[in-house]
């Protein structure tokens, strides 16, 4: 599986304050185009920049392609999970050049927990009902999930680019457990969306409460990066400089 690799900011830019490389891990449905209008704003204030093309099969194999883009940056890195992408990076995490975490409308489990483990003990999100499974074993959202869930505050052109490029997610990849959470030892930051219909609100905020997470909130989708991408970039660089 590859990676979308970004190489470093040029000598005219001058180097960031704190950690100098970020990993963007996606998470389902989607793939590393998520951070597409973020990634300009990284480079522009000098921060190397890897989005990972998870393959959103299992726990494990999108831990391990992670891991592969972590071991590309040449120092600390704060690494970056979106929705199931936070599951990715809590395990990832733990590798020896993470030095914080930072998590965007994301799942966020404790140790030996799995997607079903977290989301189970709240009331399902309204994106939940448009999810279909396949015949081979993968998730999907429906048009309408896409539309009204998922990117409801993008523009219909953005909204259908998103469901026809949208990464299908494994069944397994919803069952399989982390095994150690890197936040219990690993600074924590989290952006929470006020209108996600896919990560409810109540429980982005009891996992923010959870990691003592430095907490943002913003009203928007389940898919801020894209909808307020200046904001999120201000906050990824916030976290960056305060390591």
């Given at each position: 599986m590859t990676t979308i690799l970004f190489t470093p900011a040029t000598q005219a830019q001058q180097s960031p304050k704190g950690v100098k490389n970020i990993v963007l891990v996606h998470g389902a449905?989607?793939?590393g185009s998520s951070?597409?209008?973020?990634?300009?704003t990284?480079?522009?204030?000098?921060?190397n920049v890897i989005a990972v093309q998870?393959?959103?099969?299992?726990?494990?194999?999108?831990?391990?392609a992670t891991k592969r883009a972590i071991a590309l940056m040449e120092g600390p890195v704060l690494l970056v999970g979106h929705s199931y992408g936070g599951?990715?990076?809590?395990?990832?995490?733990?590798?020896?050049?993470?030095?914080g975490l930072l998590y965007v409308c994301a799942l966020v489990p404790d140790d030996n927990q799995s997607v079903q483990d977290v989301t189970g003990a709240f009331p399902a999100a309204p994106g939940s009902a448009e999810i279909r499974?396949?015949?081979s074993g993968f998730l999907s959202l429906t048009s309408k999930g896409i539309h009204n869930n998922f990117a409801q505050d993008l523009t219909k052109g953005e909204k259908d680019l998103l469901f026809v490029t949208q990464g299908p997610w494994s069944v397994k990849a919803t069952t399989d457990k982390i095994s150690q959470a890197a936040w219990k030892t690993k600074p924590a930051w989290c952006i929470i969306g006020i209108d996600d219909q896919m990560v409810p609100v109540a429980l982005a905020r009891a996992e923010a409460r959870m990691i003592k997470a430095k907490a943002l909130e913003?009203?928007?989708?389940?898919?801020?990066?894209?909808s307020m991408p200046d904001k999120v970039a201000a906050f990824i660089i916030g976290a960056a400089q305060e390591l």
């Amino acid at each position: 599986m590859t990676t979308i690799l970004f190489t470093p900011a040029t000598q005219a830019q001058q180097s960031p304050k704190g950690v100098k490389n970020i990993v963007l891990v996606h998470g389902a449905f989607a793939d590393g185009s998520s951070w597409v209008k973020i990634i300009p704003t990284l480079k522009a204030k000098g921060y190397n920049v890897i989005a990972v093309q998870n393959p959103l099969s299992s726990i494990e194999e999108d831990v391990a392609a992670t891991k592969r883009a972590i071991a590309l940056m040449e120092g600390p890195v704060l690494l970056v999970g979106h929705s199931y992408g936070g599951m990715v990076v809590t395990e990832a995490g733990n590798d020896p050049k993470v030095a914080g975490l930072l998590y965007v409308c994301a799942l966020v489990p404790d140790d030996n927990q799995s997607v079903q483990d977290v989301t189970g003990a709240f009331p399902a999100a309204p994106g939940s009902a448009e999810i279909r499974p396949d015949a081979s074993g993968f998730l999907s959202l429906t048009s309408k999930g896409i539309h009204n869930n998922f990117a409801q505050d993008l523009t219909k052109g953005e909204k259908d680019l998103l469901f026809v490029t949208q990464g299908p997610w494994s069944v397994k990849a919803t069952t399989d457990k982390i095994s150690q959470a890197a936040w219990k030892t690993k600074p924590a930051w989290c952006i929470i969306g006020i209108d996600d219909q896919m990560v409810p609100v109540a429980l982005a905020r009891a996992e923010a409460r959870m990691i003592k997470a430095k907490a943002l909130e913003l009203k928007s989708s389940h898919v801020p990066m894209l909808s307020m991408p200046d904001k999120v970039a201000a906050f990824i660089i916030g976290a960056a400089q305060e390591l």
